[in-house]
């Protein structure tokens, strides 16, 4: 992980990368996500509340941060095997990349007043 506030632009900017399983593998594996989800629809689930959640963990981490995100007009990116879900502002998309990444990099910039 990886963080940079710039102040002239009134800019935090912080990255992560976690080289694991990946966000889509994970959920596949997790019903009812094991049958006929791709990787982008499952990025993209990843995000609503309590998804990833599991016993020991609340499932908040990814939600909270695109709902941050999207509070401050910010951007945020999502890479994770094959699928890219971004944020700028108020407006999501997810996609697809020809080659899978091996696990997760998130890329947050945050506006600051």
């Known amino acids: 992980m990886v963080g940079q506030y710039y102040?002239?632009?009134?800019l935090i900017k912080i990255a992560l990368c976690d080289l694991?399983?990946?966000?889509?593998?994970?959920?596949?594996q997790k019903r009812p996500y094991s049958d006929g989800w791709n990787d982008e629809q499952l990025l993209a689930e990843a995000f609503?509340?309590?998804?990833?959640?599991?016993t020991e963990r609340t499932g908040l981490g990814l939600f909270e941060a695109a709902q941050f995100t999207r509070d401050l007009g910010g951007r945020l990116i999502v890479?994770?095997?094959?699928?890219?879900?971004h944020i700028e502002g108020h407006q999501e998309e997810t996609s697809s990349i020809s080659e899978n990444f091996p696990g997760t990099i998130i890329s947050l910039h945050w506006p600051t007043t």
């Open 7 to 10: 102040s002239r632009k009134k």
């Open 20 to 28: 694991g399983v990946s966000i889509p593998f994970h959920l596949s």
């Open 48 to 54: 609503k509340l309590g998804v990833t959640g599991t």
């Open 79 to 85: 890479c994770s095997r094959s699928a890219v879900y």
